[in-house]
């Protein structure tokens, strides 16, 4: 059984940093396309970041273009999403996915999820 495990969530201020982690457990995802989502408290959860399966390919929600990088280590079976210029607005329990096959970025086409870590900004 997959299971992705979140960490690296926390409380920032505005302008700081985080780095989220996705560790997979109970297979090797080196072959599953990866991403990142959030769900704000009263809002839908949202596509932030995706990831090929070869690392090459990456996409971005306008909203993060810029300030966060996805990236992943095959060999750690992990998965990162690095976070600057952090604004409040960012504020949301974020997601890490895996899918078998290419990029995408529905979330209703992924086929494992993480628990959820939380980022919390402060003004």
């Known amino acids: 059984q997959v299971q992705l495990v979140e960490s690296g969530g926390g409380l920032v201020q505005t302008g700081g940093s985080l780095r989220l982690s996705c560790a997979a457990s109970?297979?090797?995802?080196?072959?599953?396309?990866m991403g990142w989502f959030r769900q704000a408290p009263g809002k839908e959860r949202e596509f932030v970041s995706a990831i090929s399966r070869d690392g090459y390919t990456t996409n971005y929600a306008e909203s993060v273009k810029g300030r966060f990088t996805i990236s992943r280590d095959n060999a750690k079976n992990t998965w990162y999403l690095q976070m600057n210029s952090l604004k409040p607005d960012d504020t949301a329990v974020y997601y890490c996915?895996?899918?078998?096959?290419?990029?995408?970025?529905?979330?209703?086409?992924?086929?494992?999820w993480g628990q959820g870590t939380q980022v919390t900004v402060s003004a």
């Open positions: 996915a895996a899918r078998a096959g290419g990029l995408t970025l529905r979330e209703q086409e992924y086929d494992y």
């Open positions: 109970g297979r090797t995802l080196s072959s599953h396309a």
